[in-house]
């Protein structure tokens, strides 16, 4: 049975009152999580982890969420999420530049929108192809616009370095370049982004993508507009990557540099979907912690253990090995992803009575795309 | 006109090797579903480990020998450690794990055997042949010659021998496969095998043309748009797209890259590729897909 089957019938399960109680209850871990990401963090936090580890991993987690959306809910495997998020990056830099009258939040959002639309032709062979054939069609988007932003100086106002400073981030005259700014600005957008997502996934755009991920065929005979759908998704899940880019640009490098957004990029945020959860909104963030807080950690356990005595270069391939192997492990053990694994050990936390019918994504179910 | 003609003999020659790779690929695909990015991983770590015997003064055969035994060594143990716990996965969890393996690939064989760069020298002498006004390199002839001689022998392999008509059947239909007892997992390690002979070949003849060293991994990237056009349960289709991707990949170098002012080698191959995929979707010699509802 599809997920979004079973989604959907959830959704009629507990009606009136006790369906809010269940919601509030639900909800309740998130909004202790929001006061302590908003509130705490940035009281307690110091600006290596916010320069080093919470800004990378929620851009990280932002951009897994957009190739969540075009692979995971709707089925249309992507390679090309580096050049979505270089699109981001530049069309946003361009608009600042350009056009400094516009505040900075509409220029990100605006800057999505292109990367959007940039996406939307990206995703065109789709309507004929798909699996394998469709992920290294993607490629093609991948190296193209990453040469086109290197060849042409117009996007870089004709910089003479290949990497270009991004203006200064302010919202409303208020200066938000220190880390606790630029960690404030990046988990605003982050999570209103994942906010609108995660309604989108139940909205009606969202169970067509699901159907068209199942099987487009079948999709197609019971009426779900494949085409549009396909298209749609590339156009959301390119937006939300291209805002990511925005901030991997503005708020965390501090340039605007095409080599950040390589192939490097889309495999690391495909990882990160797989590791996390395919079908999941919340599978991102624990991917993007995965991947981010791994490399700082290995760095730190092969220093520890052979500081000193083992060059750099050979440490190096140390972390390499560890990383790869781990990445192995992890999908031989929970192939579905860690969200799936992070969800049933929530489960046998809650006492049984409570349980009911569970709501929401379920990435056990939503592996499977081609 | 003779330098047109050079620049596409030169071309096509290169597409020969470009399509070693992809057979690779193709193998691996074809028997076990697995679209294996550890390819390119796996012919630097074959070039690698022969250019370091040879370093230690192994003769050449030998050597080939000793690289050999150690890419069926890695074959079993990825059947083992790798495909075996991830049956019946889905393909992209596969692609995935992949690349994973990609990273452990690279990383052993830098770590045993250095990250310098090696010169590696066939023997093969190169000076270009003249076939009237034209310049051919004499090393890209042995070299496709090579590539030819391993395409038909790999042909004969799975046409005409047990295993490879065993694995033909596990292509076609992997549980029926199974029911007539045929060993899914025993091929697996000898298709892994074979593709990792492959990708000795491939990382001789890439490595003693570019020097062996990392940059071998991205062979895999000029194979992509050969598996694209040639479809990837193909090996005539391998050589097809191999042959047209580099015949494009040196014509547009050299024609189209002027025009917009800088080399265009990165892209301008899959951009074909993508609008042949628009007119053939499962690429020239791939099998098209009949869905069930």
Same mark, same amino acid.
């Given at each position: =049975?599809?997920?979004?089957?079973?989604?959907?019938?959830?959704?009629?399960?507990?009606?009136?009152?006790?369906?809010?109680?269940?919601?509030?209850?639900?909800?309740?871990?998130?909004?202790?999580?929001?006061?302590?990401?908003?509130?705490?963090?940035?009281?307690?936090?110091?600006?290596?982890?916010?320069?080093?580890?919470?800004?990378?991993?929620?851009?990280?987690?932002?951009?897994?969420?957009?190739?969540?959306?075009? =692979?995971?809910?709707?089925?249309?495997?992507?390679?090309?999420?580096?050049?979505?998020?270089?699109?981001?990056?530049?069309?946003?830099?361009?608009?600042?530049?350009?056009?400094?009258?516009?505040?900075?939040?509409?220029?990100?959002?605006?800057?999505?929108?292109?990367?959007?639309?940039?996406?939307?032709?990206?995703?065109?062979?789709?309507?004929?192809?798909?699996?394998?054939?469709?992920?290294?069609?993607?490629?093609?988007?991948?190296?193209?616009?990453?040469?086109?932003?290197?060849?042409?100086?117009?996007?870089?106002?004709? !910089?003479?370095?290949?990497?270009?400073?991004?203006?200064?981030?302010?919202?409303?005259? +208020?200066?938000?370049?220190?880390?606790?700014?630029?960690?404030? =600005?990046?988990?605003?957008?982050?999570?209103?982004?994942?906010?609108?997502?995660?309604?989108?996934?139940?909205?009606?755009?969202?169970?067509?993508?699901?159907? @068209?991920?199942?099987?487009?065929?079948?999709?197609?005979?019971?009426?779900?507009? @494949?085409?549009? !759908?396909?298209?749609?998704?590339?156009? @959301?899940?390119?937006?939300?990557?291209?805002?990511?880019?925005?901030?991997?640009?503005?708020?965390?490098?501090?340039?605007?540099?095409?080599?950040?957004?390589?192939?490097?990029?889309?495999? +690391?945020? =495909?990882?990160?979907?797989?590791?996390?959860?395919?079908?999941?909104?919340?599978?991102?963030?624990?991917?993007?912690?995965?991947?981010?807080?791994?490399?700082?950690?290995?760095?730190?356990? !092969?220093?520890?253990?052979?500081?000193?005595?083992?060059?750099?270069?050979?440490?190096?391939?140390?972390?390499?090995?560890?990383?790869?192997?781990?990445?192995?492990?992890?999908?031989?053990?929970?192939?579905?992803?860690?969200?799936?694994?992070?969800?049933?050990?929530?489960?046998?936390?809650?006492?049984?009575?409570?349980?009911?019918?569970?709501?929401?994504?379920?990435?056990?179910?939503?592996?499977?795309?081609? | 006109?003779?330098?047109?003609?050079?620049?596409?003999?030169?071309?096509?020659?290169?597409?020969?090797?470009?399509?070693?790779?992809?057979?690779?690929?193709?193998?691996?695909?074809?028997?076990?579903?697995?679209?294996?990015?550890?390819?390119?991983?796996?012919?630097?770590?074959?070039?690698?480990?022969?250019?370091?015997?040879?370093?230690?003064?192994?003769?050449?055969?030998?050597?080939?020998?000793?690289?050999?035994?150690?890419?069926?060594?890695?074959?079993?143990?990825?059947?083992?450690?790798?495909?075996?716990?991830?049956?019946?996965?889905?393909?992209?969890?596969?692609?995935?794990?992949?690349?994973?393996?990609?990273? &452990? $690939?690279?990383?052993?064989?830098?770590?045993?055997?250095?990250?310098?760069?090696?010169?590696?020298?066939?023997?093969?002498?190169?000076?270009?042949?003249?076939?009237?006004? $034209?310049?051919?390199?004499?090393?890209?002839?042995?070299?496709?010659?090579?590539?030819?001689?391993?395409?038909?022998?790999?042909?004969?392999?799975?046409? &005409?021998?047990?295993?490879?008509?065993?694995?033909?059947?596990?292509?076609?239909?992997?549980?029926?496969?199974?029911? $007539?007892?045929?060993?899914?997992?025993?091929?697996?390690?000898?298709?892994?095998?074979?593709?990792?002979?492959?990708?000795?070949?491939?990382?001789?003849?890439?490595?003693?043309?570019?020097?062996?060293?990392?940059?071998?991994?991205?062979?895999?990237?000029?194979?992509?748009?050969?598996?694209?056009?040639?479809?990837?349960?193909?090996?005539?289709?391998?050589?097809?797209?191999?042959?047209?991707?580099?015949?494009?990949?040196?014509?547009?170098?050299?024609?189209?890259?002027?025009?917009?002012?800088?080399?265009?080698?990165?892209?301008?191959?899959? &951009?074909?590729?993508?609008?042949?995929?628009?007119?053939?979707?499962?690429?020239?010699?791939?099998?098209?897909?009949?869905?069930?509802?």
């Amino acid at each position: =049975m599809s997920s979004a089957e079973t989604e959907a019938a959830a959704d009629f399960v507990a009606p009136g009152a006790a369906r809010d109680w269940r919601g509030l209850r639900r909800a309740l871990p998130l909004g202790l999580l929001l006061a302590v990401a908003f509130v705490i963090v940035p009281l307690a936090g110091t600006d290596y982890w916010f320069n080093a580890i919470l800004i990378p991993f929620l851009i990280m987690a932002l951009a897994g969420l957009g190739l969540n959306l075009l =692979m995971g809910y709707a089925g249309q495997a992507s390679l090309g999420t580096g050049a979505f998020m270089a699109t981001g990056a530049y069309a946003t830099y361009n608009l600042l530049l350009r056009l400094p009258d516009i505040p900075l939040p509409i220029s990100l959002v605006l800057g999505g929108l292109i990367a959007g639309a940039v996406g939307v032709v990206v995703g065109l062979p789709s309507l004929r192809i798909k699996g394998f054939y469709l992920l290294a069609s993607t490629l093609a988007a991948q190296f193209l616009l990453e040469w086109i932003f290197n060849q042409y100086g117009w996007f870089s106002n004709y !910089s003479t370095s290949s990497s270009i400073s991004a203006p200064k981030l302010a919202i409303l005259g +208020q200066d938000l370049s220190s880390p606790v700014g630029r960690y404030l =600005m990046t988990l605003t957008a982050v999570v209103a982004i994942a906010a609108v997502a995660a309604r989108l996934v139940k909205s009606q755009t969202g169970r067509a993508w699901s159907a @068209v991920r199942d099987m487009d065929t079948a999709a197609a005979v019971i009426g779900v507009p @494949v085409a549009r !759908s396909k298209l749609s998704a590339f156009f @959301v899940g390119a937006a939300v990557c291209g805002v990511a880019g925005a901030l991997w640009a503005f708020a965390y490098l501090g340039t605007v540099d095409a080599r950040s957004f390589g192939l490097d990029r889309s495999f +690391q945020v =495909m990882f990160i979907i797989i590791v996390g959860g395919m079908g999941s909104i919340a599978g991102n963030f624990i991917g993007s912690a995965f991947i981010v807080l791994l490399p700082i950690l290995l760095s730190q356990v !092969s220093d520890r253990l052979f500081g000193g005595t083992v060059d750099a270069g050979q440490l190096a391939n140390l972390q390499r090995i560890a990383f790869g192997a781990l990445i192995i492990w992890f999908l031989i053990k929970e192939p579905a992803g860690l969200a799936a694994l992070a969800e049933r050990g929530w489960r046998r936390l809650r006492p049984s009575g409570t349980a009911g019918p569970e709501r929401g994504s379920r990435p056990g179910n939503t592996g499977k795309i081609f | 006109m003779a330098f047109l003609i050079e620049t596409l003999i030169g071309g096509l020659l290169s597409g020969v090797m470009y399509a070693l790779v992809a057979i690779g690929f193709v193998l691996i695909y074809k028997a076990s579903g697995v679209f294996n990015f550890a390819q390119g991983a796996m012919v630097l770590c074959a070039a690698l480990t022969f250019v370091t015997l040879r370093d230690q003064g192994l003769a050449f055969w030998f050597a080939a020998l000793v690289t050999l035994a150690i890419m069926v060594v890695l074959a079993i143990a990825v059947e083992r450690v790798v495909l075996r716990p991830l049956m019946n996965q889905s393909q992209i969890t596969l692609f995935m794990a992949t690349l994973g393996l990609s990273f &452990v $690939i690279e990383g052993m064989s830098q770590l045993v055997m250095g990250a310098s760069v090696h010169e590696l020298d066939l023997g093969i002498v190169d000076t270009p042949v003249e076939v009237g006004p $034209i310049l051919v390199s004499q090393f890209d002839l042995v070299a496709a010659a090579a590539a030819g001689i391993l395409v038909l022998a790999l042909s004969v392999f799975f046409n &005409v021998t047990r295993i490879g008509i065993s694995l033909r059947a596990i292509a076609d239909d992997p549980q029926a496969a199974l029911s $007539i007892g045929i060993r899914l997992q025993r091929l697996w390690r000898i298709v892994w095998g074979v593709a990792g002979f492959v990708a000795l070949v491939a990382g001789l003849l890439w490595g003693s043309r570019q020097g062996v060293q990392f940059s071998l991994t991205f062979v895999v990237l000029k194979a992509l748009p050969v598996l694209i056009i040639g479809g990837f349960t193909s090996i005539a289709g391998a050589i097809v797209g191999g042959l047209i991707v580099g015949a494009a990949d040196a014509l547009a170098e050299i024609y189209v890259g002027p025009l917009l002012g800088g080399s265009v080698s990165t892209w301008f191959v899959y &951009v074909l590729a993508v609008a042949f995929l628009l007119i053939r979707p499962a690429g020239l010699f791939g099998e098209r897909a009949i869905e069930r509802v």
